[in-house]
């Protein structure tokens, strides 16, 4: 036992349910420890106790590790000023989240028993009853663990219904500005994509000399036009494909395809375009690969801006079209003997609006939206859209989407 600045410790080690407690006692004046400490001797129980006045009770509310407070109330001392033990606990109110508190009285009285255990004190037991002191410090002590628990899950729950009504508060923005999406993309529709389709529909008329011949001049510039016109039809409709996802306004259809059939369709559309840069196009289909799940039009889409790009970033050698199958997907996987990605500009390429800077880029026209628009499709068809390529050696982007289920 020791004596430092009013502060008596003593440790009890003995076989206990009550094992490795460390309690502090607050002691109001004229009140006695013995009994107290008796009982849980008694008990057997293991615990170490240091007593302070209730008088310096703040010099220890920055530091309290104890497992309980036992207040070792004084009834008589405290009548004259006041009969409730509550007007001398405001100290505990700043901590009673945190410690358990006990309280060790005289007779109160109904009401006043019925105001402290309504204010959450932990524990009550009467003086001339603290036979029960271990069992009271016992249940109270699974009843704290409880209370903090109970409080824990509240407070998870809470920030799980907050969560949720914050999404719902960013839903009803989104739903909100989803009418005025909607009508700007329909505006964009009807006053720029319809009037570049007639533009090109007349581009193309002269072209074919329908109404005349030109000169080489003339032609040279008709070219021009529907090269230019095509270019930003292709624009307007990336973007308004991508609205229409951004939006959640996208809704796939999915089929049951032939993956050959599709594939083929798709590497006729840049077939001309091969051919003119004298490229190889191949298309390897594994044995065991028959049909898919997807939208077709969509698919097709993709795999076309895949390809595009694959014969567009290549001079020479060739573009290749794999299909293999990986668990419960297929992998389109389009592969190029191109100027290859650097790892730079890999991060760059399935952001909207954003092109490589290089010499092919310079000399082919982009609208830096079509493998954005791509991979959100792919992502909606419940896949995705990879790269792996090495700079100057060529590139291979792969698709992956669901095979149709088998019997």
Same mark, same amino acid.
């Given at each position: 036992?020791?004596?430092? $600045?009013?502060?008596?410790?003593?440790?009890?080690?003995?076989?206990?349910?009550?094992?490795?407690?460390?309690?502090?006692?607050?002691?109001?004046?004229?009140?006695?420890?013995?009994g107290i400490v008796k009982a849980l001797d008694k008990a057997n129980a293991d615990f170490?106790?240091?007593?302070?006045?209730?008088?310096?009770?703040?010099?220890?509310?920055?530091?309290?590790?104890?497992?309980?407070?036992?207040?070792n109330y004084s009834l008589l001392n405290s009548y004259q000023s006041s009969p409730l033990p509550l007007d001398k606990l405001r100290w505990w109110q700043k901590i009673k989240k945190t410690v358990p508190l006990i309280l060790i009285t005289d007779v109160l009285g109904d009401e006043i028993a019925i105001e402290c255990i309504q204010a959450g004190i932990t524990g009550y037991v009467l003086r001339h009853k603290l036979y029960k002191l271990p069992i009271i410090i016992e249940k109270s002590l699974a009843s704290f663990a409880q209370k903090q628990k109970q409080e824990s899950q509240l407070a998870i729950i809470q920030h799980q219904q907050e969560y949720i009504k914050q999404l719902e508060r960013e839903k009803q923005e989104q739903e909100q500005a989803n009418p005025a999406t909607q009508e700007f993309i329909s505006h964009l529709n009807h006053e720029l994509r319809s009037p570049i389709a007639a533009i090109l529909g007349f581009a193309r008329m002269l072209k074919e000399e329908i109404y005349g011949s030109l000169n080489d001049k003339q032609m040279q510039y008709i070219q021009a036009m529907a090269t230019t016109g095509e270019h930003a039809l292709d624009l307007i409709n990336d973007y308004l494909d991508l609205a229409k996802v951004n939006a959640d306004k996208e809704e796939l259809e999915p089929e049951k395809l032939a993956v050959e059939d599709i594939c083929r369709a798709s590497l006729a559309i840049v077939a001309e375009k091969a051919r003119q840069k004298r490229l190889k196009l191949n298309l390897d289909i594994d044995r065991e690969v028959d049909f898919c799940l997807a939208d077709k039009l969509r698919l097709q889409q993709i795999l076309v801006n895949l390809l595009s790009n694959a014969v567009k970033f290549t001079q020479e050698g060739s573009v290749t079209l794999r299909i293999t199958p990986q668990g419960q997907n297929l992998q389109f996987s389009v592969i190029d003997t191109g100027i290859g990605i650097s790892e730079a500009n890999q991060k760059k390429l399935f952001q909207p609006f954003q092109q490589i800077k290089n010499s092919a880029c310079r000399e082919e026209k982009g609208t830096g939206l079509g493998l954005a628009l791509s991979r959100?499709?792919?992502?909606?068809?419940?896949?995705?859209?990879?790269?792996?390529?090495?700079?100057?050696?060529?590139?291979?982007?792969?698709?992956?989407?669901?095979? $149709?289920?088998?019997?």
């Open positions: 036992m020791s004596n430092l $600045f009013g502060l008596i410790l003593q440790s009890h080690q003995k076989q206990s349910k009550l094992s490795n407690l460390n309690l502090l006692i607050v002691n109001d004046e004229g009140t006695k420890v013995e170490t106790y240091c007593i302070i006045s209730v008088n310096d009770i703040s010099l220890y509310l920055s530091d309290l590790t104890y497992d309980a407070i036992l207040y959100k499709l792919a992502i909606l068809h419940g896949g995705d859209i990879v790269l792996t390529s090495t700079e100057g050696k060529g590139s291979c982007f792969t698709l992956y989407i669901p095979c $149709f289920p088998k019997n």
